[in-house]
């Protein structure tokens, strides 16, 4: 009877435990799920202020807390779709010229340069590989004025050239390594075999390398969308014509320094320029994730 009762007085004892862990267990999950939800709302906050504001009469844009407007302005949209001097459908269209010639561009451009510094062998590999390295530490404002008195001086100001030409140059030395990481990956043996097949560094290139480099490709590819189609600065420097500007370009007219500011309209026009964006980040989140957790594997 005593060792009975001692087994059963084990039993209770474990039990208990088990039960406080998993008490401990959940409240810790609670704890997480709780932090990261209140994270969530302190992200999201300046995406809901902004669709709100392009919902709000002008007065209460600046003049009132709450999220909910008092009155739902609907023709800000309306207003400023046709508010400038040029439809926003023209900026649309400029800005989706210039972001599928970037994006084009720096998949063919980096995933050459990639391809040469992961696979092929040649004098000075290193060292250009590492100098590459070294222009991600160089600022973007002091190569500005060189490059602007070089596409001067070629004619290019105030054409899409100097914002799309660079990217069939591979000068986003960003993808480069993106590619790089992923391509050293791959195993050397498929080369070999294609090698052995007759097949070119080329053929190689084409059949082999890219069709299982898919992951950073779409990677580099949403990176670059993403960063071409919030592009101010560049744009701002080269085009002069309204007529060419491109969506952020467009968003900076309803701001009037003489004037009256057009806020809801700019608002409004803030939240259809971010539809774009949000649905290539939502169709393609999963490849961006896979994309950039391999690049980074050894």
């Not at 269209?93 to 063919?108: A, D, E, H, M, P």
């Not at 600022?139 to 070089?150: A, D, G, W």
């Not at 701001?255 to 009256?260: I, K, P, S, V």
């Amino acid at each position: 009877m005593t060792l009975a009762h001692e087994m059963e007085e084990a039993a209770h004892v474990a039990h208990e435990l088990r039960v406080k862990r998993d008490q401990r267990a959940r409240m810790g999950r609670l704890l997480k799920h709780l932090f990261l939800i209140s994270v969530s709302i302190v992200m999201l906050y300046p995406l809901l202020w902004l669709l709100a504001s392009s919902l709000k009469p002008e007065n209460d844009i600046f003049g009132s807390l709450t999220l909910w407007p008092t009155e739902f302005q609907w023709h800000n949209y309306v207003d400023g779709w046709h508010g400038l001097p040029v439809s926003f459908t023209t900026f649309y269209i400029n800005s989706t010229i210039v972001t599928v010639l970037s994006v084009i561009g720096n998949l063919i451009s980096c995933s050459f340069a990639a391809y040469a510094f992961a696979r092929l062998q040649f004098t000075g590999r290193t060292f250009l590989f590492g100098l590459m390295m070294m222009t991600l530490m160089i600022p973007y404002h002091v190569v500005l004025i060189p490059q602007y008195v070089q596409f001067l001086r070629l004619g290019w100001v105030d054409t899409y050239l100097p914002l799309v030409v660079p990217r069939f140059l591979a000068s986003d030395a960003f993808f480069i390594f993106l590619m790089v990481q992923f391509f050293r990956q791959l195993p050397r043996e498929l080369d070999e075999a294609a090698m052995i097949d007759g097949c070119s560094p080329f053929k190689i290139y084409w059949a082999i390398i890219l069709p299982l480099s898919l992951p950073a490709l779409g990677t580099a590819a949403i990176f670059s969308l993403i960063w071409t189609w919030e592009d101010f600065l560049a744009p701002l420097i080269y085009l002069n014509d309204i007529k060419s500007y491109t969506v952020p370009l467009a968003l900076r007219l309803f701001l009037d320094q003489e004037g009256q500011s057009s806020y809801g309209q700019m608002f409004a026009m803030s939240v259809l320029s971010l539809v774009p964006v949000v649905i290539a980040f939502i169709m393609f989140q999963k490849l961006i994730v896979r994309g950039i957790a391999t690049s980074g594997m050894k």
